[in-house]
């Protein structure tokens, strides 16, 4: 008896496992190869009509505010690329998938991306705590990442992530700027340091480190993305009576850096660094805390007088009407976007979008994976960035600069010329180049 | 008598098991990388889903806290992985994370022993949300790495298999694992433990009157449970590289109660059939919303929604589960 019921679950169990073969058989799609084996190059994710490429985004969760729009606007403009002929005949396929921020499930959605999705290339994949849990295994599957949403100096490694590359100013060299600003502007005045916990506040910390004397630093208070509670913080800077506080933050913590100081009754001046400092998003936020806490704001007399420093063309106030760029980005929206609101986030995601096909037009009529490297690393892309990217072969970081702006009436007005920096401990100098127009039809120019 | 019947259990379930893993490895050459990625997000569930199949069906206590148990799983396992050429071999990382995540079931056991139904399910949800939390405290931040969590350095294939691709080799170790715990958990079902279990769990006094331990036989429960739940953290830790508190949510937790209750509480296919569940539903109803091209908050939700309507269908159904309905039918056919 003990016999046969070993055997009739072998039996049972082998039935099975041939079933399951026979489904995944069938199941699996296109298996394993697409391209890799050619001589010319890995040409995985393009066929003769089009181009896949992926992203990953915080569509939903803490960092969604703002950030969300980036994947619809980068979308937007391929379209609009497409629909104007697409690249050397091919159309641009952007898929882009939420991980709300989790660093967990950025694993999970890039992989998909990578092996389900078969993408060409990531593109503009956002987030310092996100995207470094990803970047090793990019370079390992040898998969090109272009154009990260983040300014960590992480992405500037061409000899451990030769796949990688920044396209933002990253944050150190945003640090120096703000930095050296700042030690002239509030020069023997208190400063408070407001930062996220990871790479992204702590580059930021060691930029200004370079040109804030270290006794004008009264405090240092991190926070960690998934707590919004801020009320130590907030307290400690509040006690150090800080005249300033300086803060790299998500837009969603910019907020409630804001909020927290009405709150404690203190009027410190906030400088706010590039990515939690747009304008509409963060009145936006500032309002939809408050209506939360119970009280009415108006965002925009909220945001008056913050500091903060840009690197694309304003999109607000009397400048932004006479922008190239501007318009060009303001036109792909009324066509593709017209129910949503243009905000920083829209524009960011278009420029990146535009520089993404200026790489893709230059990696040739039969693009490949290392085509596509070898374009970014012949550097000479322009685009709408008020200082030019830094991309060679030795170097992966993107814009080397950026302009103090102040946010008066609700636009950003610029404080000087823009200026730039490097990567290690160089001078801040003013940028003196004349900035590119866009091109008329909206596609770069070959 | 007795060795006779022992010998015939062992040795059925060490074949269906043997079986079981060389298929998987079959299967695993022939399917694409991202189907291997998801069958290893399905062995190192199965670790834990049977864990907690066990402890709730078996010895009748609710656990809402088993995710939190994979998250210390998961992190003893990134803090000696950590270096990345530490030298610990991985079934020595994964046996000490397996036995050092019992020993933390030894205490949420002795703590739970004295609680019972609602009770012991807000005291493990408690600990299911408090526990990952422990990365940013401020003390420890520093070593567990806060929000950001833990990188982890999977280890290759041993040498004489280095050409292996790594999709294939994770799937193949999480495999064996799985099988292996899979193989325990049912010789301690047919075992006089399973037998003391069952008893506790259909009448606590009867057991008492008749000389069980109870507390004792209960923290075992948690301790077996517990250690599944470890070796199913320090999987996941292996295959994602990655080991940081969003993965180990409260929604985890209440995820693999669910599959389990849905896939037939108490038994070993039970956890199975939910494991496959857990990773393929929220798949499958994530293409058929953006195939219905749904806007962003159905989208988001969809999933929640189905898994919810599949909870409730199975339930009215086959009440004890998937398990249950397929015993019922090849009863019917015998």
Known sequence: ?????????????????????????????????????QSAGDSTGVTATSVKIGSHYPLTGRAAPGYSKIGPAAKAFFDYVNDNGGVNGRKIDFVYRDDAYNPAQTVQVVRQLVLQDKVFALVGGLGTPTHTKVVDWLNQSKVPDLFVASGCQCWDQPDKHPYTYGWQPDYYREG???GKY????????????????????????????????????????????????????????????????VSFTIPAYSALLKLGTLKLGIAPQLVISNVGSDPVTLSGLLEAFAKQGGSEVKGSQLIEGIISDAYLPAYLGPEAASNSWVALFKKVHEKYLAKTVFDGNTEYGMAQAYTFVQVLQRAGKNPTRESLLKALDAGGLTGPTTTPFGFSADSHSGVTGVQIVKITKGVPVPDGPPSTTDAATGAVTPFTGTPVEAPANGIPPV | MTSHRLNSTLLRHLLLGSIAVAAVLLLSTVLDPYRNLQLTNVAYLVCAAAGLSLLTGLSGQISLGQGALMAVGAYLTALMLADGDSGIPLPVVLLAATIGTALVGVLVGAAAARLRGPYLAGATLAFAIGLPALADYRGLAATLGGQNGLVVFSPGPPPGFTDVPFDRWQLAVSTIAAVITLILLANLMHSRFGRSWRALRDDEVAAQLAGLPVARLQVTAFVVSAACAGLGGALLAFATGLAAPGAFGLSLSLQLLAVVVLGGLGTIPGAVYGSFLLVFLPTWSASLATRLDLSR??????????YGAVLVFVMLVFPAGLQGGISRLVNKMR
Do not use: H, W
């Not at chain 1, 169990?13 to 697409?34: D, F, I, K, P, R």
């Not at chain 1, 400063?191 to 990871?198: G, K, W």
């Not at chain 1, 004008?216 to 300033?244: C, H, S």
């Open chain 1, 176 to 178: 120096k700027i703000l």
């Open chain 2, 297 to 306: 908050d159905v989208y988001a939700n969809l999933p929640l929604a189905i």
């Open chain 1, 182 to 245: 700042l030690a002239e502007k509030f020069a023997g005045k208190k400063i408070a340091y407001f930062f996220q916990n990871d790479d992204f506040g702590k580059d930021g910390v060691r930029g200004l480190d370079q040109f804030i004397d270290k006794n004008q630093v009264v405090t240092r208070q991190a926070y960690q993305p998934g707590n919004t509670d801020i009320g130590p913080q907030l307290t400690a800077i509040a006690q150090a009576k800080a005249d300033v506080v």
């Open chain 1, 1 to 37: 008896m003990t016999e046969s019921r070993v055997l009739r679950s072998a039996v049972a169990a082998l039935a099975a496992a041939a079933v399951l073969t026979a489904a995944a058989c069938g199941g699996s799609e296109g298996g394993s190869g697409g391209g890799a084996d």
